[in-house]
């Protein structure tokens, strides 16, 4: 026998190593099936995270005495009727720029000729620490629109996903009461029953709060965002304002594009630079305003989100799965903390107030 603990072998490390391997295999495997199929996945769980927050709407109506199939395609038609409309009041103006490409894109080029001379200076400074002065002939260019029908095409789901998206959101929501009910019903015990209902009950009342509080905010962004246009005589403010809004969707990522966006078109439509930056600096401060002190107050008293973990999230959903990941990696995160609140609840005692 050995004299001390430190001879016997190190059965529970290894098997610590081994549980540690399988779970990470399994979510290398689980990550790879949603990207690979991202067509299946994508709009059946955007389906079921946007059907969770309409659910409370779907029971408003089904205690006023309407049936919940037909509260279901109600809502549904409401949320597409309102969608269309952002988007026939964003695509109209884009319709216009596209056609004019070429025009803007010399106009713009005649605008950045401001740049050649810091440029050159760049280049001089290079030559003079020994660098390569292969671009010290060039000039400020504009880049190529290549990209822009590639990118329309990465944005725009298919018909066949829009298709299964509306079919599953309708269903889903016609039949959440019943789903809710059998799930619950499926475990034997009673704390896992009553465990299962709060987490549900806490999913749909968090992510309705949560669609309800971000798209007020996000309407807010962009009717401020189109009176600063009018004021500022930008061209077309209710379409910059509707895109305003609609980016705003998407944390981070959408505010950098709407500044950029502001930006490209101030300084094409305005004679000077700076003129054309007063809506985009403009912009950045309502930003700051609505990230700082509105988002923060309003969501922070239902549910504190860390800002790295909600960039993480962003991050990781937005490799995944593009845009529409972008767009669910907020609610998803809100899944995560709920289940985790629920499953593995903190045993330690709370710490005392700062």
Not at 182 to 211: C, K, V
Not at 226 to 234: D, E, K, R, W
Not at 290 to 317: D, S
Request: hydrophobic content about 55%; proline content about 7%.
């Amino acid at each position: 026998m050995p004299d001390s603990q430190t001879d016997l072998p190190p059965v529970i490390r290894r098997a610590e190593v081994v549980a540690f391997a399988l779970i990470s295999l399994l979510l290398i495997t689980v990550v790879a099936v949603l990207f690979l199929a991202k067509a299946f996945f994508l709009p059946v769980v955007a389906a079921f995270i946007v059907g969770t927050m309409l659910s409370p709407a779907a029971g408003f109506l089904e205690r006023h005495r309407i049936p919940r199939a037909v509260a279901a395609v109600l809502i549904v038609c409401a949320v597409g009727a309102g969608v269309a409309f952002i988007v026939g009041l964003i695509s109209s103006p884009l319709m216009e720029w596209r056609n004019r490409l070429p025009e803007l894109g010399s106009l713009l080029r005649e605008k950045l000729h401001v740049f050649d001379r810091p440029l050159a200076l760049w280049q001089e400074l290079q030559t003079m620490l020994g660098g390569s002065d292969a671009f010290s002939s060039t000039t400020f260019q504009m880049p190529k629109f290549e990209w822009v029908q590639p990118a329309v095409e990465f944005l725009s789901p298919t018909f066949t996903e829009f298709l299964l998206f509306f079919a599953t959101l309708v269903l889903f929501i016609a039949s959440w009461r019943d789903l809710r009910r059998a799930l619950i019903m499926n475990f034997t015990g009673h704390d896992s029953r009553l465990r299962t209902l709060r987490i549900l009950n806490a999913i749909e009342e968090q992510l309705g709060g949560y669609l309800l509080t971000v798209t007020m905010i996000n309407f807010g962004v962009g009717a401020a965002t189109g009176l600063i246009c009018a004021i500022t005589g930008m061209p077309n403010p209710a379409g910059l304002g509707a895109l305003a809004a609609t980016l705003n969707f998407f944390p981070i990522i959408g505010p950098v594009a709407m500044f950029v966006i502001l930006s490209v078109v101030g300084v094409v439509a305005f004679p000077t630079i700076g003129t054309g930056l007063i809506a985009s600096l403009a912009f950045v401060g309502l930003t700051f305003i609505e990230g700082h002190f509105v988002t923060p107050t309003i969501i922070g008293r239902r549910l504190e989100l860390n800002a790295l973990a909600v960039f993480m999230a962003l991050a990781f959903w937005t490799w995944l799965w593009g845009p529409m990941g972008g767009f669910l990696s907020s609610p998803l995160l809100i899944v995560a903390l709920i289940l985790k609140e629920h499953l593995w609840p903190p045993n330690s005692p709370n710490l005392p107030a700062d």
